[in-house]
């Protein structure tokens, strides 16, 4: 027998009791004649107690024992003069009588604490030491709750949870496929799904009505920022659904998650903002709104006054960074340098300090300080406040400005960690153009027109809006959907919107188009990000953290050394050969 109890559980009330505990020796500490060990399993920690003048070979022993040490001890629970109430366990500790080794150790690479000395890499090569570092554990434990009460949401509410394959053909999601030969079908290859879009849908005309999965999906994407090769969704899709549907059935899954994993409860429904509003407000279609600081366009009332630099602007827009009008010329040089980082994109920075009716800027040369009192009222700004006023072309200043909006939001402490805002982003735009013009899906193609914008697909197809949502959470993009179309005439007039020809779609999406024929009910979901809303909740930097086994940030898995080369003979039999020499 390995253990009577786990390493968490034994309390004052246990005293007297002879027990067996098996563990990591998390720690050993020589105090005199006595010799301390902290006792480490998944639960918890129990401090175990030798003592040199009651039994010296066992004292010997357990000081021969290192760091991570796999061992089985039997004792008897007593009572601690130094009791430590940090931890449930303090108030006790383990008398022992035998020590069994169950596994040796070599000394780990990093210490197997929550602040480790050991750097990224070095605790990525070695993640099976990483996850016994309980902050790290506690995340994956958090993974484990949350997916369960998913599940339990989901399954209260009839979904049916619903495999679908891995081998599959492409679907278009927007990013490069990772793709798989076929060894049976010679030149011939799989790809691995960036969602099961498709599927899904092909589900609601199989009849099964609400559907999900908490599923892998992969997108060959350059790893820019906090992305991995392979992610796990929440995917769902129902059918006899409006957009209104979704929304409601989801932000009650979001309702249940925030109260069962952080005990937040929200009331009242979560805002909904249209695609426009969130970037003519907030420059970016994910607003964090834990905090205002909304965007002032001022194009109408800044022209005209000579300055050439607004007068040949498209928009001229700011925000009001509230009590920074004691910003020094260094900080706004600062503040300027970072507005021009490519990142951003913008040519130059006007400011306007106000102060007590008085008006300081940039720009005094040719605004007066009625003018500038104009910008101040529309800014809403009180005294003490400072306008950044950024100009150029829209789409591009608007952008500048959230990003502005947020680095200025970081400065004054108002992303607070434990506050969220969720809210819905809707309207999006059925399409929007490519860097040739070009018209692309802004969802995906399967996205659904609204009814009344259906005759503006001939004319003005850019102006179309979408059945289409985004749930966002303090700027985090959480999960998105859309209404999907389900009659083949429709699908194939955005098709063709999309420059396919009729024989590239029967090529892509023949499949799709045939089930349409037999009967497809109207039908709609959406797919969340797993990764990123873990993370969230953990008040986590890097999805990495939530994520047992995570590839690097440039795709690698450094433990277990993949991707690896593979040895001719199985190229011979996948039909490969590779312009890379070995
Ligand atoms: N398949 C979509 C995605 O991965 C989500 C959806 O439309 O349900 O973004």
Known sequence: MYRTHNCEKLRINNIGEDVILSGWVQKIRNLGGMTFIDLRDRYGITQLVFDMNTNSDLCLKARK?????????????????????????????????????????????FTIENNTDGGEELRMKYRYLDLRRQTVKNSIILRHKMAQEVRSYLNLNDFLEIETPVLIKSTPE?????????????GKFYALPQSPQLFKQLLMIGGF???????KCFRDEDFRSDRQPE????????????????????EGLTKHLFDKILNIKFKEKFPHISYQDAVNLYGSDRPDIRFDMKINNITEIAKGNNFKVFDDSEYIGGICAKGLGNYSRKQLDKLTKWVRRPQIGAKGLVYVKCNNGNFKSSVNKFYSQ??????????????????????????EILFALGELRLEIANRLNLRNNNKYSPL?????????????????????????????DKQLLDTEPEKVKANAYDLVINGVEIGGGSIR?????????????????????????????????????????????????????????SIRDIIAFPKNNTGKDIMIDAPADIDKKQLNDLHLRTTVKF
């Open 174 to 186: 927007g990013a490069r496929d990772f793709v798989v030969p076929s060894r049976m079908n010679a």
């Open 209 to 215: 009505d609400k559907y999900y999965q908490i599923v």
């Open 231 to 250: 992610f796990t969704q929440i995917d769902c899709e129902m059918s006899f659904v409006e957009q209104d549907d979704v929304i409601n059935m989801f």
């Open 65 to 109: 024992l290192g760091r991570e040490y796999v061992i089985k001890i039997n004792g008897k629970v007593v009572e601690r003069s130094n009791k430590n109430m940090d931890m449930p366990t303090g108030e006790i500790e383990i008398n022992i009588s035998d020590i069994d080794i169950l596994s040796k150790s070599s000394v780990p690479p």
């Open 424 to 452: 819905w982003v809707v309207d999006f735009p059925l399409f929007e153009k490519d860097e040739t013009g070009n018209l692309r899906a802004m969802h995906h193609p399967f996205t659904s027109p609204k009814t009344e």
């Open 485 to 541: 179309i389900h009659n083949n005439e429709m699908q194939e007039k955005i098709f063709d919107l999309l420059g396919f020809s009729k024989e590239e779609a029967k090529a892509q999406f023949g499949f799709l188009m045939n089930a349409f024929k037999y009967g497809a009910p109207p039908h709609g979901g959406v797919a969340f990000g797993f990764d990123r809303w873990t993370a969230l909740f953990n008040n986590s930097e």
């Open 370 to 395: 009625t003018d500038l009192e104009k910008w101040a009222k529309k800014f809403d700004a009180n005294s003490g406040d400072l306008l950044l006023i950024l100009s150029g072309k829209k789409t």
